[in-house]
């Protein structure tokens, strides 16, 4: 379940069910031929895009934040590609060291202009962070303040937090919950027939709530500028 709650400048709230993979980024999941449309991990749709693989683009970013994993484990959560189509407005990666220890998180940010960001998080041990904002995610919020996160490892459940903060306001808070299923090919069918393309309805989702807050006035901050952050490239 994905929730989004707005205090200011207007109180909006929503609800979205939707299904997300937790793989281990060297060994994505083997799905018979027929649902391999169903879901898709390509390293095209990560990082600057343009690495050979997803532990290429990872490792290229934390090289220029100075972080080296030395070949230890990485869990990604994420959206699949699905018949086609992929969207994942956070892509969330729990780094570990050779040893088995956590290194960091990197969240990964898409907004819907096609540009990505990504924050490299040295989380406390209950995955607490806080960072400054750096991209332009909402027409609706500037890019300023700073995020609070909250991002533990997954286990049986999943328990995600992300809060904007503006000064002493705290305007956006999201959330992502919900429980570990194993990925068999009938659990894949089940998802993907009570949830339709996906990723395609969450891009739609974006669009139409961003249309009924405009259409509640919300002023539209112009976008600046991105330039890819290093590692991106």
């Not at 980024?25 to 879901?39: E, G, K, N, S, T």
């Not at 609070?148 to 490892?153: G, H, I, K, T």
Request: some cysteine; charged content about 20%; overall charge positive.
């Amino acid at each position: 379940m994905v929730g989004h709650t707005r205090t200011a400048p207007v109180p909006y709230s929503l609800r979205h069910r939707t299904y997300l993979w937790l793989i281990d980024i060297d060994h994505p999941p083997r799905l018979p031929r027929l649902l391999r449309p169903l879901a898709r991990f390509e390293a095209r749709d990560h990082f600057a895009g343009t690495a050979g693989t997803l532990r290429a683009g990872l490792e290229r970013l934390l090289a220029a934040h100075d972080v080296h994993l030395d070949g230890g484990r990485v869990v990604m959560l994420a959206h699949a590609r699905v018949l086609g189509h992929v969207f994942n407005p956070l892509t969330l990666y729990w780094c570990h060291d050779a040893g088995g220890a956590p290194v960091c998180v990197v969240a990964e940010v898409h907004n819907t202009y096609g540009e990505r960001h990504c924050y490299v998080l040295r989380t406390d041990e209950e995955g607490r962070a806080l960072t400054p904002k750096e991209f332009y995610v909402s027409p609706f919020f500037p890019v300023d303040g700073s995020y609070r996160m909250r991002l533990p490892e997954p286990g049986a459940r999943l328990d995600v937090t992300v809060q904007l903060r503006r000064g002493e306001t705290r305007p956006l808070t999201a959330t992502v919950r919900g429980v570990r299923r194993p990925a068999t090919p009938g659990a894949l069918l089940r998802a993907a027939l009570r949830h339709p393309w996906s990723t395609a309805a969450v891009s739609a989702g974006i669009r139409r709530h961003g249309i009924a807050l405009y259409l509640r006035g919300l002023p539209v901050h112009a976008r600046p500028r991105y330039r890819s952050q290093e590692g991106m490239t």
